[in-house]
């Protein structure tokens, strides 16, 4: 629990899953989240390092641009009904880390 109250105070929302008896180990998985630990905690231990870089790069990052603003609303009122990003990236058969963008856009007005 200590473990999680010193990411939750860097941006990082994690959980821990146990995976046999004894065996825990920590999820990470929305990109902020990710992109947090990365740039705030990272790994040493060059092998960990490399999978945390390819685990970030993995995430579809498509352009905006082609999206229309029907579009990004639809996401944003599911997102404001309760639904997980990844449930509605899931909903819309859309790359669930670009909807964090949208959030980014529609606080700084962009559309």
């Not at 899953?17 to 040493?44: G, M, P, T, W």
């Amino acid at each position: 629990m200590q473990v999680m109250n010193l990411l939750s105070d860097l941006s990082v929302n994690s959980r821990f899953v146990k995976k046999k008896k004894n065996y825990f180990y920590l999820e990470i998985s929305d990109y902020i989240s990710l992109r947090a630990y990365y740039e705030n905690v990272s790994f040493v231990i060059n092998r960990k390092y490399t999978k945390l870089f390819q685990g970030l790069g993995s995430y579809k990052r498509g352009t905006l641009r082609k999206y229309s603003k029907d579009f990004k609303l639809k996401a944003l009122n599911l997102l404001e009904e309760g639904l997980s990003v990844y449930r509605v990236g899931k909903i819309l058969d859309f790359p669930h880390p670009n909807i964090y963008d949208f959030v980014r856009q529609k606080e700084r007005g962009d559309f």
